[in-house]
């Protein structure tokens, strides 16, 4: 398969779509990036790497970060944390209260009721939580200049009003055994965490790697615990959008609201493609059509 090829052609084809979209600035830290950059990076299994565009610029990598967050907790509590978030796509916004009203437990990791009680295990049970996030994130990516950027991460928790609200449900329901503030920073902390589209897609490489067992500095994953996160990232991997993004481009994937995307071929690569410019959904544009047509061109999807 010439990837290189289709990524040059995939990029002619998208052009069009440059200047749709706008930037999240909910999080006013993010604002300020400049909308019009695009990068993707592909690394195979093998070990071969194809790029195209800014692919070693860092940028905010937000809720990607839930994929590295549930793959640690899960690490710690295996089938223990199914108690305390579920694992069916919720069909409504990232940041939306209205399920959590009624349900109690958060329906998914990578919403963000989700994922702040991923965050709330983290707390409990690592000796230093900021610390060992942030060595695993970097051992899992092979790159260790990998940062926080604690200006975005208070940026976001000065406007971080839902999540505030997001957290004191939870605590409401008893599932938050932290304080509400110290969750809080700590989630955000992960979310803006910042790395390339090389980084991420070298990051996701052992999720690509399925039928492998996974050892990352203290994270050990069975091959089937890895199975079963794919299956969450393509269930619930972008929220209400998530139905779409399995229809156009039919890969386990994970989006952020800074633009990035990371999806796995299992077996095959990993890709990980960034464009700021963001849907109504909060997922990238470009990014979204780019893989569209990426598994169109090569014919390699899950189905
Ligand atoms: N930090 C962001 C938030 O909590 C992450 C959302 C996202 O990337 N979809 O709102």
């Known amino acids: 398969m010439n990837y290189q090829q289709i990524l040059e052609d995939i990029y002619d084809e998208i052009k069009p779509y440059a200047h749709q979209g706008k ?10 990036v400049n909308p019009d950059q695009f990068g993707i990076c592909i690394t195979t299994i093998k070990g071969d790497t194809y790029t195209l565009g800014q692919v070693d610029t860092p940028f905010s990598i937000q809720s990607i970060t839930k994929v590295f967050s549930l793959a640690y907790s899960f690490s710690i509590l295996g089938d223990m944390l199914w108690q305390r978030v579920g694992k069916e796509p919720s069909g409504t916004a990232f940041n939306s209260l209205i399920q959590l009203e009624v349900e109690n437990i958060p329906r998914n990791p990578f919403i963000n009721a989700g994922a702040i009680v991923v965050a709330d295990t983290l707390l409990s049970h690592l000796k230093s939580p900021e610390e060992d996030y942030l060595e695993f994130v970097r051992t899992i990516s092979g790159n260790p200049r990998i940062d926080y950027n604690r200006e975005v991460a208070a940026s976001e928790k000065e406007k971080g009003y839902l999540n505030t609200a997001i957290a004191n449900l939870l605590k409401y329901h008893g599932n938050l055994n932290n304080d509400i503030d110290d969750v809080l920073r700590f989630y955000f902390l992960q979310c803006s965490i910042e790395m390339s589209c090389r980084d991420l897609s070298k990051a996701f490489l052992p999720f690509a790697n399925h039928k492998c067992a996974f050892h990352f500095g203290n994270v050990h994953l069975t091959a089937s615990q890895v199975k079963r996160i794919n299956a969450i990232m393509q269930t619930c991997g972008f929220y ?64």
């Open 23 to 32: 930037v999240a600035d909910y999080i006013p830290a993010l604002a300020k």
């Open 240 to 303: 209400d959008e998530a139905g779409e993004f399995s229809y156009l481009v039919g890969l386990p994937g994970k989006s952020g609201v800074g633009g990035g995307i990371n999806a796995v071929y299992p077996g095959r690569y990993s890709v990980a493609v960034w464009s700021p410019r963001l849907n109504s959904k909060g997922n990238s544009v470009m990014g979204i059509k780019a893989l569209e047509l990426l598994t169109t061109r090569t014919r390699e999807s899950i189905f």
